[in-house]
């Protein structure tokens, strides 16, 4: 299995730049999806973070409270290391079997794990190529803070548990640069599908 790792900081583009690439039919794992899957109602993962952050981090439909428990966790960087170590196994064997479904049912020789935290995790294991897509610091906690209903300051605490920019990009085999316009990216994009298909066919 050829697996690209797609990854940038918050508000960089990774969706734009992972929607050019379905585009292409390529299946893309998302592990963000991962992410709420096993966190859903009736998951052990839900019960374990209700029990030890409290009922306000639970919707009253018994869903998760996103908003509310990442505002818990960035504030106290001790609550964050012990979510972390809760979900992200979890969230890793997600991925994993997504990916491995993805090969089975899809026809495409390549796949693409969009994730926010490749690096920071052990899923950049999982890829044979990482991918970044940046955009100056200053552009991001921009368009982070326009999509978002964040506000700065938290924005700017989701930024500073992310690696940084300068490590992100020297850790990658390709970048995105999507400081300019959804063409340019698009154009990117696809000249890096075209070297993908190329990198993924199997060597005689």
Request: proline content about 5%; overall charge negative.
């Amino acid at each position: 299995m050829f697996i690209v790792g797609l990854t940038g900081g918050i508000g960089s583009g990774k969706s734009a730049a992972a929607a050019r690439f379905r585009h292409h039919g390529v299946k893309v794992v998302d592990a963000d999806q991962a992410a709420r899957t096993v966190v859903e109602p009736g998951q052990p993962a839900l019960t374990a973070i209700a029990e030890h952050f409290g009922k306000g981090v639970i919707l009253p439909q018994g869903g998760l409270d996103r908003a509310a428990l990442r505002k818990l966790v960035f504030d106290n960087p001790a609550e964050r290391r012990w979510l972390e170590e809760l979900t992200h196994p979890l969230i890793r064997k997600e991925i994993i079997s997504s990916l491995k479904t993805s090969f089975e049912t899809h026809s495409a020789p390549y796949a693409i794990l969009e994730s926010p935290l490749l690096l920071e995790t052990n899923q950049s294991e999982l890829v044979q190529r990482i991918c970044v897509v940046d955009i100056p610091e200053e552009v991001q906690l921009a368009r982070a803070s326009t999509r978002d209903t964040s506000s700065i300051d938290q924005i700017r605490k989701i930024m500073d548990a992310q690696m940084p920019r300068v490590e992100r990009c020297a850790r990658a085999d390709d970048i995105l640069d999507n400081s300019g316009s959804l063409e340019s990216l698009h154009a990117q994009v696809d000249a890096l599908h075209q070297q993908y298909l190329q990198q993924a066919v199997p060597r005689q």
